[in-house]
C-alpha cells in the first residue's frame, strides 16, 4: 500500500510539473508551484526527487517513454506500405494539433531552451529524447528508402521533422497562430515525401 502511494506521488509530480512546463517555462516553475497544483508537501517532493532538476530530467524521460508507445499504437503502424506508414506517421501528428484542445507545447524543446546552458543534465537529457524520436521516424523512413537507387539522407529527413515540429511550436507560441503551426508541417510533409521513391 505504502509502495503504490510512492508511486502514485511520484507520478503525480511528473505529470504536474510536465504540464507547468509545457504552460509557464522551466525557469517560470518553481518547486512551491510544483507541490501546490500537485497537493503535494515539499517533504515529499524531496523525498522523491532531489532537485527540480532531477524531477523535469524524469518528466523528460516519461515524455519520451509515452510519446514512443502512443507511436507504437497508432493506426499509421497497420498502414500497407512503408510509404503510407511515414505519411501517416506525419499526418498522426499533425493531427494532434490540429486538436483545440491540446497544449502547444514540447516540454522536451521548452526546457532544452531555457536550460541548455545552465543544465548539461537537462540538455543531455533533452538531446536522448531528440535522438530516440528522430531514430523512431528514421526507421519508418528507411523502410520506405529500402531498396531505392537513389542516396537519400533519411537522418537528415527525420531531422528536418523534429526541426519543424519544435520550430513551429515556438512560432506558436510567439504568434498564436495555429494555422501557420499547420501550414509548416504540411510543407514538411510535402517535401519529404518528394524524397521518398
Known amino acids: ?29 518553481a518547486v512551491d508551484d510544483i507541490c501546490k497544483s500537485a497537493g503535494i ?12 532538476e532531477a524531477l523535469v530530467e524524469a518528466c523528460l524521460m516519461e515524455w519520451d517513454r509515452r510519446l514512443a508507445a ?14 503510407k506508414r511515414v505519411e501517416g506517421f506525419m499526418a498522426f501528428f499533425e493531427e494532434i494539433f490540429r486538436n483545440p484542445q491540446i497544449v502547444k ?23 536522448v529524447c531528440f ?4 531514430a523512431r521516424f528514421q526507421a ?11 542516396k537519400i539522407d533519411t537522418a537528415s529527413l527525420a531531422a528536418l521533422w523534429m526541426a519543424t515540429l519544435q520550430g513551429s511550436l515556438l512560432l506558436y507560441k510567439a504568434t498564436g497562430d495555429d494555422r501557420a503551426f ?11 515525401l518528394s524524397q521518398l521513391p
Do not use: W
Open 41 to 52: 508537501t515539499k517533504g515529499a517532493f524531496f523525498h522523491h526527487f532531489k532537485t527540480k
Open 131 to 134: 535522438t530516440n524520436a528522430g
Open 70 to 83: 502512443m507511436e507504437v499504437g497508432a493506426g499509421f503502424q497497420k498502414l500497407g506500405s512503408p510509404r
Open 140 to 150: 519508418l523512413l528507411d523502410e520506405a528508402t529500402a531498396g531505392s537507387r537513389k
Open 182 to 192: 499547420l501550414k509548416n508541417l504540411e510543407h514538411a510533409q510535402t517535401y519529404i
Open 105 to 127: 507545447s514540447c516540454p522536451i524543446g521548452t526546457t532544452v531552451q531555457e536550460a541548455s546552458e545552465t543544465s548539461p543534465t537537462l540538455r543531455n537529457a533533452a538531446k
Open 1 to 29: 500500500m505504502a509502495q503504490e502511494r510512492a508511486e502514485a506521488t511520484r507520478a503525480k509530480l511528473i505529470e504536474t510539473t510536465t504540464d507547468l512546463i509545457r504552460r509557464r517555462g522551466y525557469n517560470a516553475t
